[in-house]
């Protein structure tokens, strides 16, 4: 049962949309020349297709991460691929083990997700694997901090309860210490159905660097804005100006409807490659079935998470990504953490790529937008851009 709860849980993870408002222009001056032929190969091949990450450093310098090839993709701040790293263990015997994409540099060794084994691996622009650091906890999200620290989102398993928090991690000493956890039930209630909307209460928080001084840790499912304070070590708490979304029950009927349809047609494989077709034509039977004992239970209206996602925006201001409500919609709030309040609700659009805004594939940065986007109108030609803003 839980292998189907986790189906459908990534299934969320990350969404294809379409845009208004903000025009995301393409600058013509970056990723230019023979760049293009090298991502028209890599776009007929699906290597691009299959980038697990895209990191722009604070030089302005970016890295796509294959982690599945051991290759990392080095460009510079013009967008010019320099060089593919792999990376590598002094002696030549030992191997890196279950690669993670790159998410930032801790003096001019980039470093890695923390893999199955908790490892975390440092390494320079040749690809030599300097430092490793293990840690005890899944991490699913990191941000390099100054004076050699790295923000962590982490979670362990408890026996009836997952326990999620964020913790800083001294790379000198091999050190955390824990600023913010929480806990959530991690049994699931014996029934015989599911209510799809549920799936779209969010539950991951989302950390955003606003300054060398300041995390903020934004919790979707209640509003909450933490703030943490580095030179006073203490957590400022604040909440978002704005009402989540609300769907009535005719709106959770009608998703549930189209839910139920859209399973008994396909039913993507998200959580295994190798999981036999009988397995999940088991999944499949099991979940629309689940589906459709729900439609009963759907009485009453239901508040979704105040976002989807939150990301870093330009200066100390933070996006926070509302609840899609058809597809082709990317609303967001502009918050300003200084001013405390919700400057501006926009949405983004590009005439020439389909917008994928996930945190892997679109970064704000200096005033640009860089993504790994899909080209209109092609059936997956990806490309390395940055837009500017109009």
Same mark, same amino acid.
């Given at each position: 049962? !839980? ?22 222009? !393409?600058?013509? %001056? ?5 760049? %293009? ?18 990191? @722009? ?14 290759? *990392? ?19 030549? !015997? ?26 975390? *691996? ?35 398993? /408890? ?11 001294? @790379? ?36 955003? !660097? ?31 100006? /704005? ?28 959580? %295994? ?32 998470? /105040? ?39 926009? %949405? ?36 390395? @851009? ?5």
């Amino acid at each position: 049962m !839980k292998k189907l709860f986790l189906i459908l849980t990534l299934a969320f993870a990350s969404y294809i949309v379409d845009a208004q408002t903000i025009n995301l222009v !393409k600058d013509n %001056s970056y990723a230019i020349t023979e760049d %293009s032929d090298f991502f028209d190969a890599l776009g007929q091949a699906g290597t691009l297709y299959n980038a697990k990450k895209l990191t @722009v450093f604070d030089d302005g310098t970016a890295m796509i991460s294959h982690t599945n090839e051991n290759r *990392y993709s080095l460009f510079d701040k013009n967008g010019k691929h320099l060089k593919d790293i792999e990376i590598y263990f002094e002696d030549g !015997k030992k191997k890196p083990f279950n690669l993670q994409p790159v998410f930032g540099k801790i003096n001019n060794l980039y470093f890695t997700g923390n893999n199955s084994q908790g490892i975390i *691996y440092f390494f320079n622009d040749n690809g030599l694997i300097v430092k490793d650091i293990t840690i005890d906890f899944s991490s699913h999200e990191m941000i390099p901090l100054a004076n050699n620290k790295i923000a962590l989102f982490g979670g362990t398993s /408890w026996t009836k309860q997952w326990r999620y928090f964020v913790a800083i991690l001294d @790379v000198n000493t091999e050190k955390y210490h824990i600023i913010y956890d929480d806990f959530e039930d991690s049994t699931f209630p014996k029934n015989d159905y599911t209510i799809y909307a549920k799936r779209l209460i969010n539950h991951r928080i989302d950390m955003i !660097k606003i300054s060398d001084n300041v995390l903020a840790i934004a919790i979707p499912d209640n509003g909450k804005l933490l703030l943490y304070n580095f030179i006073e070590s203490n957590l400022i708490e604040k909440k978002l100006d /704005w009402k989540p979304k609300t769907l009535s029950v005719e709106e959770q009927q009608k998703m549930q409807s189209e839910a139920i349809e859209k399973y008994k047609k396909e039913f993507p494989n998200w959580s %295994s490659d190798d999981m036999d077709p009988q397995t999940i034509a088991e999944l499949q039977q099991e979940f629309v079935q689940r589906l459709e004992n729900g439609m009963n239970y759907i009485t009453e209206p239901l508040t979704l998470s /105040w976002f989807t996602s939150a990301m870093k925006g330009n200066g100390d201001n933070i996006i926070f990504f509302e609840y899609i409500e058809e597809a082709g919609k990317n609303s967001f709030h502009t918050y300003s953490v200084n001013q405390n309040k919700t400057i501006s609700q926009n %949405s983004f659009q590009s005439a020439d790529f389909d917008l994928s805004i996930t945190k892997n594939r679109f970064v704000i940065h200096n005033g640009y937008v860089y993504g790994i986007q899909k080209v209109k109108g092609s059936e997956n030609e990806l490309r390395l @851009v940055r837009f500017e803003m109009k």
